[in-house]
């Protein structure tokens, strides 16, 4: 009887362990594709408003309009990726909202088609709360990407782990209960680890499934943070006035160079100062075209630049100065002391000739200034536009050793520019080793040259 009891126990305690085991498979995922709410705050609340436009227009209703022209899958392409939905040319409602706001939509890739599909159901049942303060779109406000996803593994993880304690304590208590009662003597000096010891003798297929989901468990969380996400992909600090690119270098077709314009001369591409933007700003002020439009963006230059719109002249101190206020932009790349790069090495017609896209992604569409994805870059690759700037296809995160050393492995030094012959011939004269990978084919890479030495990277 109680030999019968004590069996049906342990099945039951095994189909516990087994359960759990599968949920822990299921549960995070489920959960998030539920919460259109917390998504749509967590990822597009930053910009969005369900009922009313703010940094981008609202969103009740955007699946039916797109659904509507034909356009239902496209609508999940453009959460996906706006820029590359848009360079495709195949979708017509994504050309028309394009232009709606100097601010570029943030890509949100890393989102599932159900989690979107959440999002819109959110957004179409939702109801403005009765006198709700404004505070919507409150303009370039970023949050972080999402990170719910792996908070929600490791608390179930916790409880994972408090369940098998639980459960094994009380199948030892049960155990010497039994065994008590069937007249066995009770062995009182078993420990914790004896009988965990034997439990897992006893349930080793249950517990090698553990040790398994485990390692597989830990092994995605650490391919996540190490190598897929990147440390740096992403970052954008906040910045002392909201620019933005994709106005300038987009809509207005404003070269790369004409801000950042050491980038062929110098190791650094440069942040521009005040005076760049105000050979358009002292112009540009908030009237004609802007006389609606929220100029306090524009004064903050003109309070950097220390300049008066309305008397349209500088301020100066009693020596003829001009009292200015610099304009501090924060670095969002930022490359570890021991890492040498410059980009004249890099852009100069004269060197690699590398479009700043290369490595910088589609910034025409970006508002402020941040360290691209190489997804991004790679999708801007496969548009025409990407093509005609001869992008090649990554595959490490941007900014990491990996990158770099990718890139001199796959990309070919242009033997037609000028110069290049006697580089060469210097650069060869004491390296018989390399002479001889170099004719295994006609191409020659950056790694070739030497583009994987260490100390060409490192101080
Ligand atoms: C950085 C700001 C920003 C974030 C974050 C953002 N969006 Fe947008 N979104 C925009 C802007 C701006 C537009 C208008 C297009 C333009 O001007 O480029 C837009 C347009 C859209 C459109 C097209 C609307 C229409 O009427 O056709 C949809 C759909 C959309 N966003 C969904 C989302 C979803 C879903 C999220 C979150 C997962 C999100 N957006 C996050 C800024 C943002
Ligand atoms: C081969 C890749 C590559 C190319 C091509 C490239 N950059 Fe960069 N860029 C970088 C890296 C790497 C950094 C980080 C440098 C550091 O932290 O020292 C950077 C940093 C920057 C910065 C921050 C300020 C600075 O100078 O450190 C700006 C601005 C910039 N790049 C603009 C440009 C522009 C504009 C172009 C095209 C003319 C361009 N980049 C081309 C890789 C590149
Ligand atoms: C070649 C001319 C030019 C230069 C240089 C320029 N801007 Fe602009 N900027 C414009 C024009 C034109 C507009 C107005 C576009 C419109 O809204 O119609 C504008 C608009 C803006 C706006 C308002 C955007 C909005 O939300 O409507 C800001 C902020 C801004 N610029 C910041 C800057 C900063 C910062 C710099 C320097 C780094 C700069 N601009 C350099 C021409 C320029
Ligand atoms: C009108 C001036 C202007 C033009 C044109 C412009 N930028 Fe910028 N860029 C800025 C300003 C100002 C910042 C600093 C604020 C910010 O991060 O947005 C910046 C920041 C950046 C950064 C981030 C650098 C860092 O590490 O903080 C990159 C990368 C960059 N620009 C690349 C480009 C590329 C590529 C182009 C051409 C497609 C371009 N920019 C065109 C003004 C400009
Ligand atoms: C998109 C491709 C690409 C990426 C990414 C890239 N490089 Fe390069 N790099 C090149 C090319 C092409 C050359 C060769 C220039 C030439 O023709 O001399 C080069 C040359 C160099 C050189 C000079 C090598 C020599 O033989 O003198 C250094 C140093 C360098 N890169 C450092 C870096 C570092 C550091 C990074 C990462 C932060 C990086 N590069 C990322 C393409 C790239
Ligand atoms: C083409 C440029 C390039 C070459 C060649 C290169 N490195 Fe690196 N290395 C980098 C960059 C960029 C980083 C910074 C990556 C980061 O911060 O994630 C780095 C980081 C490192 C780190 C890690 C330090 C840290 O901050 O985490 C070590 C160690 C290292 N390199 C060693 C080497 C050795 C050894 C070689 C020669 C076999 C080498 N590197 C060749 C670009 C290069």
Redesign the pocket.
């Given at each position: 009887m109680a030999f019968n009891m004590k069996l049906s126990l342990k099945k039951y305690l095994n189909k516990i362990c087994f359960l759990i085991l599968l949920l822990s498979f299921f549960i995070p995922t489920t959960y998030h594709a539920q919460d259109g709410e917390k998504l749509f705050k967590a990822n597009c609340a930053s910009c969005h408003n369900p009922v009313k436009n703010a940094t981008g227009p609202k969103l009740q209703g955007a699946l039916e309009k797109w659904t509507a022209a034909g356009e239902e899958e496209l609508i999940y392409e453009w959460v996906k990726n706006p820029s590359e939905l848009y360079n495709s040319g195949t979708s017509k409602l994504a050309k028309e909202i394009w232009d709606w706001?100097?601010?570029a939509m943030t890509p949100q890739g890393h989102l599932s088609k159900e989690e979107v599909t959440a999002i819109f159901s959110y957004v179409d049942s939702y109801t403005a709360p009765v006198a709700a303060g404004g505070g919507a779109g409150a303009g370039y406000v970023y949050e972080k990407p999402d990170e719910s996803v792996s908070y929600w593994w490791w608390i179930f993880a916790g409880v994972l782990v408090i369940v098998l304690f639980a459960t094994m304590g009380v199948k030892r208590e049960l155990d010497s209960a039994l065994e008590e009662k069937s007249g066995i003597e009770v062995d009182y000096k078993r420990t914790f680890a004896s009988s965990a010891h034997e439990w897992i003798i006893r349930n080793w297929f249950i517990f090698t499934l553990m040790i398994i989901s485990l390692a597989l468990f830990a092994g995605v969380e650490l391919l996540g943070r190490g190598f897929q996400v990147g440390v740096y992909q992403n970052y954008m600090p906040s910045q002392p006035?909201?620019?933005?690119h994709k106005?300038?270098a987009g809509?207005?077709g404003?070269e790369c160079k004409?801000?950042h314009n050491s980038a062929e001369k110098s190791k650094h591409a440069g942040?521009?100062?005040?005076n760049?933007?105000?050979?358009?700003?002292q112009?540009?002020v908030?009237e004609g075209?802007?006389a609606n439009?929220?100029?306090s963006?524009?004064d903050?230059?003109h309070l950097a630049a220390g300049y008066n719109k309305d008397k349209k002249q500088y301020n100066l101190d009693e020596n003829g100065d001009r009292i200015e206020k610099p304009?501090v932009w924060n670095k969002a790349h930022n490359l570890p002391d021991h890492v040498f790069f410059s980009h004249a090495q890099h852009v100069h017609p004269n060197t690699a000739n590398i479009d700043c896209r290369q490595c910088h992604g589609p910034v025409q569409t970006y508002t402020l200034g941040r360290v691209s994805t190489i997804d991004e870059v790679n999708a801007y690759a496969k548009t025409d536009e990407g093509m005609e700037k001869g992008l090649i296809q990554l595959t490490k995160p941007l900014l990491t050793m990996g990158w770099c050393i990718e890139c001199h492995n796959k990309k070919e030094v242009d033997l037609t520019r000028p110069g290049y012959y006697e580089e060469i011939h210097k650069r060869l004269k004491n390296r018989p080793d390399i002479n001889n990978m170099i004719f295994e084919d006609d191409k020659v890479t950056v790694r070739e040259l030497g583009g994987w030495e260490c100390a060409k990277c490192h101080y």
């Open positions: 706001s100097p601010t006035v909201a620019y933005s106005l300038h809509n207005m404003i004409y801000c942040l521009p100062s005040v760049v933007c105000m050979n358009c700003h112009m540009v908030g075209d802007m439009k929220d100029t963006e524009i903050r230059i304009l």
